[in-house]
């Protein structure tokens, strides 16, 4: 039995489920509401699949004004909505409760205008990831945040969960990318905040949009910024008989003042699954780096004389660099893969805690003290040019009391990246994995704050309920904005 838990179902809106549903019905096309629990229970989790809850609905429309319709009616019956994107996220964030109604975005996939001479593609917030790059790729440009669910994850929840990628140290992550939004209000309202100009003025309320979650609003447009591709981009493999010594080799690098366009890790645990999965070629060591270059063919050799350099202080078992496409996409092939290849092994739980890069060798070091002291085994694959890790914890769901030590193995693990300097998260968000760990990161006042700018959005705290904030906490705070009426 997991020790997360969620609120009871207010009964009083289950009572009037007819209503809701058949108001919903009435206002939106035929196809876009779904009450069948055969059909509900298709959304009843996301990429957390050990929690789950079917909703009372979900909705599913194609338009901004649709989304807006939907959110009206809940908002007048009092009915807490889950915002969802195409359902890949890692800690729960569209974990419904039993008394709301889903609205997913993954039907908005309308690619609406492309401007390269201002280098900005406007796009629905339900096209995937990797079908924005593969709309630009004609025209010479491609978006760069890139998760490894890129092939799925739309753009909806990368703009929630404020998204990386493997690309994202020399690039940036989602909030480094996103010029503009158009979302629509828990009553309604339809809201646009950026755009393609430069120097909006006033408060930075896309910064504040960008990794929120789904708590203020659900976007239904954006504004993305486009890059030229490069003229060209070669991939490195470094093999290392010590997880710690890979990670000073991070460390080295990032010091050097290089700033290659990606550095990935994978240690021994993943590079076994990885090689038995999708038969990479990688060397059977304590862990790899990959780290890719880009560049004119020029710039492209130093860089990868220099990092040859600084990895051959610290004696690595293997230096492998891509001398053409297909050893490029040799090198890559096992990292992309490598959450279904752990997924063979077993069932996992994916952390995504981010630490200083300087103090990724301890950490790693820590990981491993922690994986004896909890008896399950540990992977760990991550990005580690900026030290966005995700160790995935292996443990058997069908073992009592296996669950709940995998979930305090985490936590341990998430507490390890806050000491260093860290944060609970890089880009999976806080959801229901984390919530009650935001207490480490953040003092009461920080946290208070922070559901102050949710009350102004969403004063009914109808916007996906129970997640980011402690469940005690969140209550108080509710408890004490009624009392003072």
């Not at 916007?463 to 509710?478: D, G, Q, T």
Request: with cysteine; charged share 20%; proline share 6%.
């Amino acid at each position: 039995m997991s020790t997360i838990s969620m609120p009871d179902p207010d009964k009083a809106i289950l009572a009037r489920a007819p209503d809701i549903i058949a108001a919903l019905r009435a206002a939106l096309p035929a196809d876009a509401v779904l009450a069948d629990p055969a059909e509900t229970c298709a959304y009843e989790c996301d990429g957390l699949t050990a929690y789950r809850c079917p909703p009372l609905a979900v909705v599913l429309p194609r338009t901004t004004a649709e989304v807006a319709a939907a959110l009206r009616i809940c908002h007048q019956y009092g009915v807490p909505v889950i915002p969802r994107g195409a359902g890949t996220s890692l800690a729960g964030g569209a974990l419904p409760t039993a008394d709301s109604v889903v609205i997913g975005t993954m039907r908005l996939r309308d690619f609406l205008e492309i401007d390269t001479a201002n280098r900005f593609i406007r796009v629905q917030t339900g096209v995937t990831n990797l079908s924005v790059s593969a709309e630009l790729e004609p025209h010479g440009f491609f978006y760069a945040p890139d998760p490894s669910s890129q092939l799925a994850c739309t753009i909806a929840g990368n703009i929630a969960m404020n998204s990386g990628g493997a690309h994202c140290l020399k690039y940036g992550v989602t909030t480094n990318n996103l010029m503009g939004v158009r979302m629509v209000l828990v009553t309604g309202e339809i809201v646009d905040v950026g755009g393609p100009e430069f120097g909006m003025a006033g408060l930075d309320l896309l910064g504040l949009i960008c990794g929120s979650e789904g708590q203020l609003a659900i976007v239904t447009e954006a504004t993305l910024r486009i890059v030229p591709k490069p003229e060209g981009a070669r991939p490195m493999l470094i093999g290392f008989d010590s997880a710690e010594v890979a990670g000073e080799c991070v460390a080295r690098i990032i010091r050097s003042g290089l700033l290659p366009v990606a550095i990935e890790y994978m240690d021994d645990v993943c590079l076994r699954a990885v090689e038995s999965f999708a038969k990479a070629g990688y060397p059977d060591c304590a862990a790899v780096l990959i780290v890719e270059v880009e560049g004119a063919a020029e710039e492209i050799t130093d860089q990868i004389e220099r990092i040859r350099s600084i990895a051959a202080e610290l004696n690595p078992v293997e230096f492998r660099s891509s001398r053409n496409a297909g050893e490029a996409m040799a090198i890559w092939k096992g990292r992309k893969a490598a959450f279904g290849a752990m997924g063979r092994l077993g069932d996992y739980l994916c952390l995504d805690g981010t630490v200083p890069v300087s103090k990724l060798p301890y950490t790693l070091k820590r990981i491993g003290e922690l994986s004896q002291q909890y008896g399950l085994e540990v992977a760990n694959v991550f990005h580690a040019g900026d030290g966005n890790m995700h160790p995935l914890i292996l443990f058997n769901a069908n073992a009592p009391g296996e669950l709940e030590r995998a979930e305090a193995f985490g936590n341990d693990i998430l507490r390890l990246c806050v000491d260093v300097g860290g944060c609970l998260s890089g880009e999976h968000g806080i959801g229901i994995e984390k919530r009650d760990l935001m207490t480490k990161q953040f003092a009461e006042d920080d946290l208070a704050i922070q559901m102050e700018i949710k009350d102004a959005f969403d004063p009914a705290w109808l916007l996906n309920p129970a997640k980011v904030f402690p469940l005690e906490m969140s209550r108080r705070h509710c408890d004490r904005r009624v009392a003072s009426r």
